[in-house]
């Protein structure tokens, strides 16, 4: 029998290769990387940059208490009626004109009132805020939802990959020459970790279109709010992956029959989920995302977003970290048992435990 490493990356290079040259993954591949640029160009587009200030005609000898520099651009006229005319003609937005009043001036429109203008002219008191955010609630949403949801297509995308081949090996009977030459281990191994290169492989393609699309719409300042959080998603999103698919190989072995994964891949679906809920329905709850970013299944993805939102201290990642790697490692070793326990039980769905007693 052959050498444990010498097989080990015998599997792992076939899982890759086997992916990497179908026309699917490519495609996959290339239309998942546009849809990331795209979104970052059309977000920047719409909702990016200074808007330009709006025309507003100012009769001569007005001059407002308030600087409304950078907030209109002001078009200077010398009478009521040619303020009225350029209004009219929609040339300008607004007019300030002369008013016999407190206030000395008031406002003129065409067809509804000049909200903003009005916002610009009104005094508001100063407001310090003790403890600012460092980005909008927005953009702290949107952050949130895309390391969940990018997580959750990784996960499922090769995690249901390697559960399939698992089960199509039972079920064609494939697995017995396999392990006829190869150890289960060995076989496991390579699955798994060829399986996590693709999906790193694909998940650094995102970093990388990302920096490069905010660097392009000139967004530095949120590449900079950004960087540090995507490279510690990156880092246990590499760990996270790991355990996933560990239970994915597991959990496939335990039936001989394609029809029969649904319910033993169901739960694995569901604690894919986890984490995008979690910040979707929790991303504002300090103290649930605190316990979700230790949580081994949310880590991967609560942790960077607790970081990119500020409220995790520096050393609170490395202990995430520490206690994703231990309950990865833990769940290898388990699943490894399951794993060479169920591989040979064909026509039949294993339990757990039965699978557990088998390896021994």
């Known amino acids: 029998?052959?050498?444990?490493?010498?097989?080990?990356?015998l599997v792992a290079k076939r899982e890759i290769l086997s992916q990497v040259k179908t026309k699917s993954f490519l495609i996959t591949t290339a239309i998942l990387l546009v849809v990331v640029f795209g979104s970052i160009i059309f977000g920047s587009i719409f909702s990016g940059g200074e808007s330009k200030p709006d025309s507003v005609a100012v009769v001569e000898g007005i001059t407002p208490e308030i600087d409304l520099s950078g907030v209109i651009t002001p078009v200077a006229v010398s009478s009521i009626d040619e303020a009225n005319a350029l209004v009219r003609t929609g040339d300008v937005s607004a007019a300030i004109i002369p008013e016999d009043s407190v206030l000395g001036y008031s406002l003129?429109?065409?067809?509804?009132?000049?909200?903003?203008?009005?916002?610009?002219?009104?005094?508001?008191?100063?407001?310090?805020?003790?403890?600012?955010?460092?980005?909008?609630?927005?953009?702290?949403?949107?952050?949130?939802?895309?390391?969940?949801?990018?997580?959750?297509?990784m996960a499922m995308a090769f995690g249901s990959t390697i559960a399939q081949n698992t089960i199509v090996e039972k079920q064609t009977r494939t697995v017995e020459l396999l392990l006829s030459a190869i150890p289960a281990r060995a076989l496991l191994a390579g699955k798994n970790v060829g399986n996590s290169i693709l999906a790193f492989g694909q998940m650094a393609a995102i970093a990388a279109v990302t920096i490069i699309g905010l660097v392009v719409t000139g967004q530095e300042e949120l590449l900079g709010l950004i960087g540090a959080p995507l490279l510690w998603f990156l880092l246990f999103f590499v760990v996270g992956f790991l355990l996933i698919a560990s239970i994915f190989a597991a959990s496939a072995s335990l039936v001989s029959r394609i029809e029969d994964s649904g319910t033993v891949l169901m739960p694995v679906m569901m604690l894919i989920m986890l984490p995008y809920f979690v910040v979707i329905l929790f991303g504002d709850n300090q103290l649930i995302m605190s316990i979700a970013s230790y949580f081994p299944f949310s880590a991967p993805v609560a942790m960077p977003v607790r970081l990119f939102t500020g409220t995790a201290l520096w050393w609170e990642p490395l202990l995430s970290l520490v206690i994703l790697l231990v309950s990865t490692l833990c769940v290898v070793l388990v699943g490894e048992r399951i794993y060479t326990g169920s591989l040979l039980q064909v026509g039949r769905r294993l339990k757990i435990r039965e699978a557990l007693s088998l390896s021994r």
């Open 1 to 9: 029998m052959m050498l444990l490493p010498t097989t080990f990356y």
């Open 108 to 153: 003129v429109a065409l067809d509804k009132e000049p909200q903003g203008l009005i916002t610009a002219l009104s005094v508001s008191p100063t407001v310090e805020l003790l403890e600012p955010p460092e980005s909008s609630p927005l953009l702290r949403y949107i952050v949130s939802i895309a390391f969940g949801a990018i997580f959750m297509m």
